[in-house]
Structures are given as structure tokens and as C-alpha cells.
């Protein structure tokens, strides 16, 4: 799979060559940790992608787990960051729902192609040990605060469908949206169709709209059967 595109600001001039390298380490143990896992990320590896010396790295960290639960609680953290600045973007009056869509691509974009580091948190939120976790779980109850407000906009311009519970349906997109670091490959399909299609899921999931084309099909199809049950009715009653 290609490297991804480094999603740390420039560096200023007037930081240290000490601050740089620091930086490089982090990155390299995020594409490191994102495709070996925490059981399969190794200093030595890091190093490599790193390009230093293993020793190097306890200059900077002074063990594997303090390192991966830096990477753990930067993945979350500038997740939350990149889609709190696209939405802060949208002019004031955006839709509710189309606030939704930019969530949703721009998460979509951050975890897959931009960031090393949300791949990695999210790919090993299950695997590494819960006393590594503390920073990037309130992280992430940071980023949940976004996805709630962005659920509940929508209900209360009654946008989102009634039979909604909203918690759960917030859950299962952020759910389906993390799943897709799992399965996603650039060289069986274009990010761009991922992200229309989840768009389009989660928009016709949690729409009034859809919602409302569901009613009206099944009052038509009610309709016809009613229609079909009189027609057989009369024909009883001619041939009677």
C-alpha cells in the first residue's frame, strides 16, 4: 500500500533539530503500528522507516509503549482537529445533514489517505492495553462530542428520521467509518467511490427524506393491494 502524505504541519525553522527528529520518530512509528499492529511493531522497524539508529529512540521515548501511546492519542487528536476545521469551513447556514456529509468525507479522507497516525489509532484500539489508552480514549470522547452534535443539529431541524434512536445510529456510522481502515485498499477501488457511497449511506440512513419515501411506498403498495383485493372482488361478484 502507498505511504501516506504526512499530516503534520511544516516545520518552523526555529525549531530544534531535536524537535524534528522527535517528529520523524512519531511518524515512522505510525505507518509502522497502522500495517504491523501493536504485537508486530517493533523499535527496530521504526527505526528504519525512521532512518536511525534504534538506540536513537529512547533519547526521545523512553520505552515501545510510551511511543505507541503517543501515536495512539496524535491519531485520535488530529482526526478530531481535521474535521472540526472542515466543518468550521461551511458557511453558517449549512444544512444540517449536509454538515453530516462533510463529516463523514473528511473522516474518511484523514483516516485513509492523509493520516498514518488515525489509521494506527484506529486500527489498534482493540489491541493495545487499556493503561495506554487514557489520553486517546478522552480524545476520542472529544471527537464524540462533534459526531453528537452533528446527530442531534440534524434531529432538531427535523432532518433525522423519527424511528432514530440518535446515540445508536451515531455509534453505528462512526462504527461503519472506522471499519473501512480495515478493508479499504487503494489498488481494488478509488477512495473517491468509498467516500460517495458512505455518503450516500449514512445520508439515506439517518434522513427524514428516506424516511419519508419508505412511508409513502408502503402506502402505495397498500394501496395496490387494496386496488388488486376490490378487483377480485367485483370479478367474484359478475361471475356470482
Do not use: C
Amino acid at each position: 500500500m502507498p505511504r501516506k502524505s504526512a499530516d503534520k504541519p511544516p516545520v518552523d525553522p526555529s525549531d530544534s533539530k531535536s524537535a524534528r527528529t522527535r517528529e520523524r520518530i512519531l511518524d515512522a512509528a505510525a505507518h509502522v503500528l497502522s500495517r504491523k499492529g501493536y504485537a508486530g511493531t517493533r523499535l527496530s522497524d521504526v527505526a528504519e522507516q525512521a532512518q536511525i539508529q534504534a538506540p536513537a529512540i529512547y533519547y526521545y521515548f523512553s520505552s515501545r509503549e510510551v511511543l505507541i501511546e503517543e501515536v495512539m492519542w496524535v491519531g485520535v487528536a488530529r482526526l478530531r482537529q481535521h474535521v472540526a476545521e472542515a466543518l468550521d469551513a461551511l458557511p453558517a447556514d449549512t444544512d444540517p445533514m449536509d454538515r453530516i456529509d462533510t463529516a463523514v468525507e473528511e473522516h474518511l479522507r484523514y483516516q485513509l489517505a492523509i493520516s498514518d497516525f488515525a489509521t494506527a489509532a484506529i486500527r489498534n484500539a482493540g489491541q493495545v492495553p487499556e493503561d495506554l489508552r487514557t489520553r486517546q480514549l478522552a480524545e476520542d470522547g472529544r471527537y464524540g462530542d462533534i459526531w453528537r452534535t452533528l446527530v442531534q443539529d440534524a434531529q432538531k431541524a427535523g432532518g433525522l428520521r423519527a424511528d432514530l434512536e440518535p446515540r445508536v445510529a451515531r455509534m453505528l456510522v462512526l462504527g461503519a467509518l472506522n471499519w473501512a481502515a480495515e478493508w479499504w485498499n487503494p489498488r481494488q477501488g478509488s477512495l473517491d467511490v468509498v467516500v460517495r457511497t458512505a455518503k450516500s449511506l449514512v445520508r439515506h440512513g439517518l434522513g427524514v427524506a428516506a424516511d419519508q419515501e419508505l412511508g409513502a411506498a408502503r402506502a402505495t403498495g397498500v394501496s395496490r393491494a387494496r386496488r388488486t383485493t376490490a378487483a377480485k372482488g367485483s370479478t367474484a361478484s359478475t361471475h356470482g
